[in-house]
């Protein structure tokens, strides 16, 4: 089962991989449709998290979001099998890092940085553009596939654009093997954490919410500096990315304020377009735990 569903993966990337992006909008215009006309994937969690982070707005502003949430949802989910079959110089024109000499400091000192961004945008492109356009090694961090012949061959085509890619259960053994190497470790870490009581919590659109731990507490461990990657939508499929240093020396941030720092720099490019969001996973599973 595992090596069919693998090869109607392959004909997928390669039958997209074949197309002009024109007719890939086209087909991302049909599959819209379907998700959210007839199957309305998740909906009811998108208005949700919308209706909670934006209580001030109308339903019909909500309506509006949602749908431009999924136009856009759409978009990027093919958008990001395209990239797949992508030349290099397409990825830098279509994902392009504006401000790389931001690193240059840190590079010719040998130190190793953090990369935080969030689900904003096209962060999928961000584990193949990073490797091209940056001179610090670049190290993923991804969930692995249930599918290993699919997870091998997404390691593999991350890879060949200089990103190693491994996985989020080895952050800890990743960071321990690299430290003598000069790295940028790209952590999208605005997801809900499977382990609450590890949460760092922050004001995150008016909302007190649990953010994943690993980013600060590897910051503070490694004295890694920390740079927030911001993505931002130009146009359908082209985003320019720039690298915002938020966090120079870690010792000097009391507890719980790298993450706020990182959260307020999430929460100012959503207010600007929120559209681009992932508003389809549960941000606020979590209530924040009274003190005692």
Same mark, same amino acid.
């Given at each position: ?59 019909? !502003?909500?309506?509006?979001?949602? %749908? ?10 093919? !958008? ?13 024109? %279509? ?5 790389? !000499?931001?690193? /240059? ?21 961000? =584990? ?22 699919? /997870? ?10 200089? =990103? *190693? ?31 609450? /009581? ?31 990657? /911001? ?8 985003? !320019?990315?720039? *690298? ?49």
């Amino acid at each position: 089962m595992n090596r069919l569903s693998y090869m109607l993966f392959l004909f997928f990337v390669f039958f997209l991989g074949a197309m002009p992006f024109w007719l890939i909008y086209a087909l991302s215009g049909m599959f819209y449709a379907l998700v959210y006309w007839v199957f309305g994937y998740r909906k009811k969690v998108v208005v949700a998290n919308l209706r909670k982070a934006f209580p001030e707005k109308s339903s019909s !502003e909500i309506k509006k979001i949602t %749908r431009q949430f999924y136009h856009y949802f759409t978009d990027m989910l093919l !958008e990001g099998i395209k990239g797949f079959t992508m030349s290099r110089a397409n990825i830098i024109r %279509r994902h392009t890092l504006l401000n790389p !000499e931001i690193l /240059d400091e840190y590079y010719q000192s040998g130190q190793s940085v953090i990369g935080v961004t969030a689900h904003y945008g096209n962060f999928e492109w961000g =584990t193949m553009s990073g490797g091209l356009q940056v001179k610090h090694k670049a190290v993923g961090f991804y969930k692995p596939m249930s599918n290993p012949y699919v /997870d091998a061959f997404i390691r593999r085509s991350r890879g060949k654009h200089g =990103t *190693l890619l491994t996985s989020i259960f080895q952050t800890h053994r990743t960071f321990i093997n690299y430290q003598n190497d000069c790295c940028i470790y790209l952590m999208i870490a605005d997801q809900n954490p499977s382990n609450k /009581d590890k949460a760092i919590w922050a004001d995150f659109l008016g909302i007190q919410t649990a953010f994943l731990h690993g980013p600060e507490n590897y910051s503070l461990r490694f004295n890694y500096p920390v740079i927030y990657i /911001d993505i931002k939508r130009i146009r359908r499929g082209f985003y !320019e990315i720039e *690298l915002v240093p938020i966090v120079s020396d870690p010792s000097k941030m009391a507890p719980g304020e790298i993450t706020q720092v990182f959260a307020h720099n999430i929460e100012k490019r959503i207010m600007q377009h929120p559209q681009y969001w992932l508003w389809s996973h549960r941000r606020w599973k979590y209530n924040k735990p009274t003190e005692s």
